[in-house]
T-cell receptor
């Protein structure tokens, strides 16, 4: 089935460690996004990529890094510089706009990251 | 986000209509969306509307857009227990295309 797959679903990180969240899509979408969700704050954009080998910072990029070496993959690394990483992380993708239909972002099922 | 505001909670009786309201500040917003999130899951796109429209109906869902007041609403007719979830309003300019979300409205459907 086509879709967006995030892994792992649950991840525990020790303080001082870097961890990487995986996001893979087989929808042939050009753009991919990472959002962070905290209770009562909605979703905030971390990074986004509109095309392979290119990405831009979102609103809360500090302490995170990404790469976009392949169209279908957009991994997010939560570095030790991120002081409060415990959150629910959502990956999303979108097809390149070609008309009025399909101009929407589709989300994966999310990954829970907890610092222990 | 700060640019999109929603009330945090809504309680509705099963069978009644639910109305969730949202205001946004970016006048360049071209696309406006409603997403639904069930516990521990990702976001499911419910419906969207373009800024050149003022109403869109899709089965039990009706979206109203007042572009002058930057006000968006989602009406769910005949609300069911399966409609209990968090509903997010989101907006995006045409370019760069990136969604800004409200904090979400938790809808609780009571029998």
């Amino acid at each position: 089935d086509g879709g967006i797959t995030q892994s792992p679903k649950y991840l525990f990180r020790k303080e001082g460690q870097n961890v990487t969240l995986s996001c893979e899509q087989n929808l042939n979408h050009d753009a991919m996004y990472w959002y962070r969700q905290d209770p009562g704050q909605g979703l905030r954009l971390i990074y986004y990529s509109q095309i392979v080998n290119d990405f831009q910072k979102g609103d809360i990029a500090e302490g995170y890094s990404v790469s976009r070496e392949k169209k279908e993959s957009f991994p997010l690394t939560v570095t030790s510089a991120q002081k409060n990483p415990t959150a629910f992380y959502l990956c999303a993708s979108r097809a390149k706009q070609t008309g009025l239909k399909g101009d929407t972002i589709y989300f994966g099922e999310g990954s829970w990251l907890t610092v222990v | 986000g700060e640019d999109v505001e929603q009330s945090l909670f809504l309680s509705v009786r099963e069978g009644d209509s639910s109305v969730i309201n949202c205001t946004y500040t970016d006048s360049s917003s071209t696309y406006l969306y409603w997403y639904k999130q069930e516990p521990g899951a990702g976001l499911q796109l419910l419906t969207y509307i373009f800024s050149n429209m003022d109403m869109k109906q899709d089965q039990r869902l009706t979206v109203l857009l007042n572009k002058k007041d930057k006000h968006l609403s989602l009406r769910i007719a005949d609300t069911q227990t399966g409609d209990s979830a968090i509903y997010f309003c989101a907006e995006s300019p045409a370019t760069p295309y990136k969604l800004s979300f409200g904090a979400g409205t938790t809808v609780t459907v009571r029998a």
